[in-house]
């Protein structure tokens, strides 16, 4: 039986996507700093961490996944993208818009 690599992709050195199979993919993973397409700190209880997952969905490829944590705990749900781009300017996207409700729930102080 052949491998089949359809469902895994990691990032080579040249920063391109290519197929893998599954130990190659999880010998990736455990390469945080080469997954990590940007973590951002909105406050003391809300963080944004968007990653490479290298997994292949069903009906696109989304590659790439944003999440939002409140105190560790899931916030929002995933954002998932297709490209690095999409990831990156979706992340700062949620990121302007998280800073903006922070700014509006804080107090006035006279």
Sequence with gaps: MGKDTSRYRIINDKNE???ANIYEWAKFFEQEEKRQVSVTTISNAIFVSTVFTGLVGFDS??????MVFEFGKDKEGAYKWDTYMEAFN????????LEAEEKEELPVIN
């Design 61 to 66: 490829p989304q590659l790439f996944e944003t």
């Design 17 to 19: 996507i290519v197929e």
């Design 90 to 97: 979706g992340h700062q996207e949620i990121v302007d818009r």
